[in-house]
């Protein structure tokens, strides 16, 4: 081998390029650009024309197929073959689902898309398969695509190189803001909720008139979002100006009802509009929901009766209470209110992502429409002076038809000596014959566009009253011209024309029109005291039982509580005690947390009830320690099974959620062992050692929670049992026989809290407990 070559390096190809190189460069290069193709080229739209590519491909080829909103309709299934096959290499199922949702006047403000057939409803419900359903385009999409013939943008290579597609379309209106857009792309994310078009146009015409318009006056011309399934919005004008000002932000949207009146003083509700993007029958669901979980207790039930309109009727189970208070629960625990963000990231000139205020999007519009008119204008303005060159060729052989004739019928190369010949006619541009004057030397020749139309003119068209028309149409086309040529150079006259399309556009699609007229409104939110539960429920005498195992039912009305109660096989009662359906049911379990039931939730007496710990978060470790009726300003004593306790306010131990509030702090291996009633100025403790201890209340701390302090000392074993008594009246329990009996001189058993106490009175219980 020569010592000139150069040896062979086996990280690089022939070219020189490496073959190799290190891991983190390569994946960091090629997720960037899955990521700018993602952020490109499928969820963000272009802030020109409101659209992503898949959109703008699907308007395109319908285009393309002549499916004019007055033409025929075509079917679905040959629309988004089209569009897969010379646009948009990907799967059918997305572009056809993307051509639908064009077409579903509840999810686009103004639809692009003319469907015929099932294209899905405001239910949810999807659209039939692309062969049974057809579609063409809307005014709408038409006005989009106006210009498009006529340079008004740019194109390019489609992803075959064998087509040309718009890279963005001329939008006669601001569609991003008119229809809105949403998408998640990689890292960022937009959502733009649709508007009212005429009070868009309304905005660009202020902005035309002056550029610095401020973004409160905006607001004044566009108060706010204008969904197409109506609604309420509820949100402060303070806090839209700042959405709109920052691009970020949310309104907060309500459902639109009413309340019918029915006979002997009864009424109900009908919902009328539902929220944006809120499926129907989802929404039905979430309400029978929280009928049958009782989060609101006064919905009695919930109808569908909706046809071509939305009727969802709620009956309440009370007239005890007003309207808007069932309504304002409704708003909390279902669909019927929400809340809809606004995060205006879009592309800027189709390549630069950024969150974009409100001005900055309707700005973007408008330069987007001055190039768009200046494009077209230059488009026109060739297109008249190639047609000005014709009718002066025209002209010229008109005023020379028989030396025309004669080269025609003899010359052997007609075009050539045409272009050759020395012409007198209308290159001065003469009014007449008689006013014309040859022209200077050198020219006179016809060009090669001239000669080619001369010769291939119609025999018909050799008459003088052709001759008077193309005079005609040349000084028309030189007016035109003139006017253009006006328009090209001054930007006042082009922000004129401007505003005059806009107001064409606005007169067609304006509020005037059934599709334009505004159905979104405004309110007040107003503020939402705390409805008591005393005021949504009918009140009625319950009684309370609960097994051992935790099955628990509310009984209508006060049984005997000593009968006989049904419980399943191998289960036995615990708990049972007179109540209200208005009163709240706390649990105290061996966790140390306090949970709260609803008595109006709690299931019906004729069953055996239900597991409560489907009702609340209890951990299938703890047990129920005690269980009992809320009762305001009461006090509670709560202990753990070491002997630490305290006391605490009943009010503090309510809990909001399924999950409890935790009063009592225990360590591993301790577990709640009693809670009871403050009632009296002592506290009596027994310990497993059956030792009796009574202490004044008064050195207990009062807490809302801890872990408690000492109240028994052990040396084996731990805590019992406890109650509070009246030390006049002594301490009382129950001899196996049934018999109250009473041990009234207590003072063997006095102390001091924390103190070992002393054995338990002659027939005190075997198990300890003082009830």
Not at 104 to 115: A, E, H, S
Not at 323 to 344: I, K
Not at 369 to 384: D, F, P
Request: glycine share 8%; net charge negative; hydrophobic share 40%.
């Amino acid at each position: 081998m020569s010592d000139d070559i150069p040896p062979i390096d086996p990280t690089l190809d022939p070219t020189g390029v490496p073959l190799a190189e290190p891991l983190r460069r390569a994946l960091g290069e090629r997720y960037l650009q899955y990521a700018l193709s993602t952020i490109m080229h499928r969820a963000l739209p272009d802030a020109r024309d409101g659209l992503k590519p898949v959109h703008r491909r699907i308007l395109y080829a319908m285009r393309e197929l002549k499916l004019s909103s007055t033409g025929g309709f075509r079917k679905s299934a040959k629309i988004s073959g089209d569009v897969m096959g010379n646009y948009h290499p990907h799967g059918d199922a997305a572009i056809y689902d993307a051509m639908a949702r064009l077409a579903q006047d509840f999810n686009v403000r103004y639809p692009l898309v003319d469907g015929q057939g099932n294209f899905g409803n405001i239910d949810g419900d999807n659209p039939a398969a692309a062969r049974y359903t057809e579609a063409r385009l809307t005014a709408a999409a038409e006005a989009l695509l106006e210009g498009l013939a006529e340079n008004a943008v740019d194109f390019r290579a489609n992803y075959d190189g064998t087509l040309e597609e718009p890279v963005v379309l001329p939008a006669a209106f601001p569609n991003l803001l008119a229809n809105g857009s949403s998408g998640i792309a990689v890292g960022m994310a937009t959502n733009i909720p649709p508007h009212n078009l005429h009070e868009l146009i309304d905005a660009c015409q202020a902005l035309i008139r002056d550029p610095d318009l401020a973004d409160e006056k905006l607001v004044d011309l566009i108060p706010g979002p204008d969904f197409p399934t109506g609604g309420i919005v509820v949100e402060p004008r303070e806090s839209i100006e700042e959405t709109y000002r920052t691009g970020r932000g949310a309104f907060r949207l309500r459902a639109a009802w009413e309340v019918e009146q029915l006979p002997r003083g009864l009424w109900q509700i009908v919902v009328t509009e539902i929220p944006y993007q809120v499926a129907k029958s989802k929404l039905i669901e979430k309400l029978a929901e929280v009928i049958q979980t009782r989060k609101v207790p006064i919905l009695a039930d919930v109808r569908d009766e909706s046809a071509d309109d939305v009727r969802i009727v709620l009956e309440p189970r009370s007239r005890n209470v007003e309207p808007e208070m069932l309504m304002n629960m409704l708003y909390r625990n279902s669909d019927l209110e929400l809340r809809f963000s606004l995060n205006m990231n879009v592309l800027i000139d189709g390549r630069t992502p950024r969150v974009c205020s409100l001005k900055e999007v309707l700005r973007a519009f408008l330069d987007h429409r001055r190039e768009v008119l200046i494009r077209r204008s230059q488009h026109r303005m060739a297109k008249i002076d190639h047609r000005l060159e014709v009718l002066e060729g025209f002209i010229v052989a008109f005023l020379n038809l028989d030396r025309v004739i004669d080269i025609i019928r003899y010359d052997e190369a007609p075009r050539d000596a045409l272009m050759r010949e020395r012409w007198g006619g209308s290159f001065p541009r003469a009014a007449s014959e008689a006013d014309y004057v040859p022209p200077p030397p050198g020219e006179g020749e016809l060009s090669e566009l001239q000669a080619e139309a001369i010769l291939n003119m119609r025999l018909r068209s050799l008459r003088r009253l052709e001759e008077m028309e193309l005079r005609k149409e040349r000084n028309a086309l030189t007016e035109e011209r003139a006017a253009l040529d006006d328009l090209l150079g001054s930007e006042k006259l082009q922000w004129k024309r401007i505003g005059k399309e806009l107001a064409a556009v606005q007169a067609q699609f304006g509020k005037d029109t059934d599709l334009g007229r505004r159905r979104t409104r405004f309110a007040e939110a107003g503020h939402v005291e705390e409805v008591p539960l005393e005021a949504m429920i009918d009140r009625e005498p319950v009684t309370i039982v609960c097994s051992k195992m935790g099955w628990i039912r509310a009984m209508k009305g006060h049984v005997a509580l000593d009968q006989e109660f049904k419980f399943k096989d191998g289960d036995e009662g615990r708990f049972a005690f007179h109540a209200e359906t208005t009163d709240r049911i706390v649990l105290f379990g061996s966790n140390g947390r306090f949970y709260t039931l609803s008595a109006a939730n709690l299931p019906g007496g004729r069953g055996m009830g239900e597991p409560v710990r489907l009702m609340i978060d209890l951990p299938n470790e703890a047990r129920i320690v005690d269980l009992f009726a809320h009762r305001a300003g009461e006090r509670l004593i709560v202990a753990s099974s070491e002997g630490d306790g305290f006391v605490v306010p009943a009010d503090e131990v309510i809990a909001q959620t399924r999950a409890g509030r935790q009063v009592l702090n225990l360590r591993d291996g301790t577990r709640a062992a009693v809670c009871r009633h403050v009632a009296g100025d002592h506290v009596a403790v027994v310990g497993e050692n059956r030792k009796v201890l009574v202490f004044p209340l008064e050195e207990l701390p009062e807490m809302g929670r801890g872990k408690g302090v000492r109240l028994q000392k052990y040396k084996d074993g731990g805590l019992s049992d406890l109650t509070t008594i009246t030390l006049a009246q002594g301490l009382s329990w129950k001899d196996p026989a049934g018999r109250t009996r009473t041990e009234t001189g207590l003072e063997e058993w006095l102390g001091k809290r924390a103190s070992a106490g002393r054995m338990a009175p002659r027939g005190f219980p075997r198990d300890n407990r003082f009830t």
